[in-house]
T-cell receptor, first 117, second 110 residues
Framework: GAVVSQHPSRVICKSGTSVKIECRSLDFQATTMFWYRQFPKQSLMLMAT?????????EQGVEKDKFLINHASLTLSTLTVTSAHPEDSSFYIC?????????????FGAGTRLTVL | DAKTTQPTSMDCAEGRAANLPCNHS???????VYWYRQIHSQGPQYIIHGLKNNETNEMASLIITEDRKSSTLILPHATLRDTAVYYCIVSMGTGNQFYFGTGTSLTVIP
């Protein structure tokens, strides 16, 4: 099956620093990747849609200058949380859609738990 | 916004069938129904999807009503490892976004 690797799985950082999270599709080419955020006991909230080679499309209310997304290749997308603050602490999850298939199945990474002190 | 409503929680006895309902009364003709589950602190796992016909795979069966306004995910023989939050999502079949609802927290009881 399609595998999406997300790294790191956990990160703790100081307030004001930036954190980069990587999302890789291991055995397929992902023309589209998605980034979600999940707070405790809540559902996943879509943050942005990332298409290879173009600018990401952000959902309403998501600050594009704070959450920088780069999708430079068909197998890698990165999310950088800039100048992180404690309120950015959350579970960040990426997903990837297999560009070689017509169906809209998204395959998810294992998530990154970010804690900002 | 999510276009689905699901019960908040359900229990199921181990070994019995778990039937998880989902209401999607505003689904459009070209939207699919997708089911995923999320085990605590992990990424969601794809289970099954369908357009209008019932579907079955090695994990589950999906029953979609004729008017497509609701569906039921069936886990035929629930095990303790099936304890998870189950999400029903409707989305078009051409790369559109997923908007997750609140899902159903299924607890399989020994």
């Amino acid at each position: 099956g399609a595998v999406v690797s997300q790294h790191p799985s956990r990160v703790i950082c100081k307030s004001g620093t930036s954190v980069k999270i990587e999302c890789r599709s291991l055995d397929f080419q992902a023309t589209t990747m998605f980034w979600y955020r999940q707070f405790p006991k809540q559902s996943l909230m879509l943050m942005a849609t990332s298409n290879e080679g173009s600018k990401a499309t952000y959902e309403q209310g998501v600050e594009k200058d704070k959450f920088l997304i780069n999708h430079a290749s068909l197998t890698l997308s990165t999310l950088t949380v800039t100048s992180a603050h404690p309120e950015d602490s959350s579970f960040y999850i990426c997903s990837a859609r297999d560009g070689g298939r017509a169906l809209n199945i998204q395959y998810f990474g294992a998530g990154t738990r970010l804690t900002v002190l | 916004d999510a276009k689905t409503t699901q019960p908040t929680s359900m229990d199921c006895a181990e070994g019995r069938a778990a039937n998880l309902p989902c209401n999607h009364s505003t689904i459009s003709g070209n939207e699919y129904v997708y089911w995923y589950r999320q085990i605590h602190s992990q990424g969601p796992q794809y289970i099954i999807h369908g357009l209008k016909n019932n579907e079955t795979n090695e994990m589950a069966s999906l029953i979609i009503t004729e008017d497509r306004k609701s569906s039921t995910l069936i886990l035929p023989h629930a095990t303790l490892r099936d304890t998870a939050v189950y999400y029903c999502i409707v989305s078009m079949g051409t790369g559109n976004q997923f908007y997750f609802g609140t899902g159903t927290s299924l607890t399989v009881i020994p």
